[in-house]
């Protein structure tokens, strides 16, 4: 089998079962996924292997911070706590806008809407996309915050960074504001407070 790829040791998260399935093999063959192998199983001989125990292999993202949540997991609303690290505030489901209110910390960044919406980000093609990893500027202007981890993002190749525009352009667009300029409001469509967020139907 020509340019062959083993993962080998993985554990992979079927996100149409909901369950993540242990100590298995990920056969890649010509760039795409040809089979999903127990660790028993054989595997074609000649091919490349990569050995990846205790890590978790999800859809497209290798050991990526993500939220498998639907519709909106690319359209924005998570918010991270201001500190030396950035750490995730809302548990899934969220807590009630007063109660959310309350709780608010003292400073805090919510994720962008990163869809081909309006409300998201349909003006950029792939130059800006790459243009604003490489400098952690949107468009070489306005600064990026820390916590959406440009800075590790900056270390793929053109071609990696290009692969991932794509991808972002293949997401169904979701209209959800938000901005980390304006006073956080409740936010009817994804139960989170952030700017903007009453300016949003659910």
Not at 73 to 90: L, Q, S, W
Not at 145 to 165: N, Q
Request: hydrophobic content about 40%; some cysteine; glycine content about 8%.
């Amino acid at each position: 089998m020509a340019d062959c790829l083993v993962i080998r040791g993985v554990d992979l998260l079927d996100v149409d079962a909901g369950e993540v399935l242990e100590g298995r093999q990920l056969l890649i063959a010509n760039g795409a996924v040809e089979a999903v192998l127990r660790a028993a199983e054989p595997t074609p001989d000649g091919a490349r292997v990569l050995d990846l125990s205790g890590l978790t292999i999800l859809p497209g993202l290798i050991d990526c911070h993500s939220h498998l949540i639907g519709d909106m997991e690319f359209a924005g609303g998570r918010r991270f706590e201001t500190k030396r690290y950035f750490d995730e505030i809302d548990d899934d489901p969220v807590r009630p806008p007063a109660e959310a209110a309350r709780l608010d910390p003292p400073s805090f960044v919510t994720s962008p809407n990163i869809t081909q919406d309006p409300s998201g980000i349909p003006y950029f093609d792939e130059a800006i996309f790459i243009q604003t990893i490489r400098t952690g500027r949107v468009a070489g202007r306005r600064p990026l915050t820390r916590a959406m981890l440009w800075f590790e993002f900056r270390k793929l190749t053109d071609d990696d960074l290009g692969a991932i525009f794509e991808f972002l352009r293949s997401v169904p667009p979701v209209r959800h504001r938000v901005n980390n300029a304006d006073p956080p409001t409740y936010c009817p469509r994804c139960g989170r407070r952030h700017g903007l967020g009453e300016l949003n139907s659910p």
